[in-house]
């Protein structure tokens, strides 16, 4: 009976290490994904920049988005780092239970 609640929270734990390793590979892509839409804006700044004084408001509200994916890209980034130490925990943790495995 102790061995197989064991096993089973070992095997628990090998999903949960699963899952958190996709949650992370899923947001490293949403990072990389962010990170590259930070780049096209600050693209699109630069060539707004470029035209004409009528068109300076559409510059500052291109800014407004560059800063706001900007943002978005370093809480993708610490979502990232986040599921990092998760994997981290869980891996710890399931080389602590299978020392219970008999």
Partial sequence: ??????TAAGHAFLEITRLVTQVSDQVNEIS???EQMAVGSQQIVSSVNQIDSPSKNVTGEAQL?????EEQSASMEEIA???QS?????????????????
Avoid: P, W, Y
């Fill in 1 to 6: 009976m102790g061995t197989e609640v064991v």
């Fill in 81 to 83: 780092s986040a599921c």
């Fill in 86 to 102: 998760l994997a981290t925990l869980a891996q710890n943790l399931r080389d602590s239970v299978s020392k219970f495995i008999v």
């Fill in 32 to 34: 990389l994904t962010i």
């Fill in 65 to 69: 988005v560059s800063a706001a994916t």
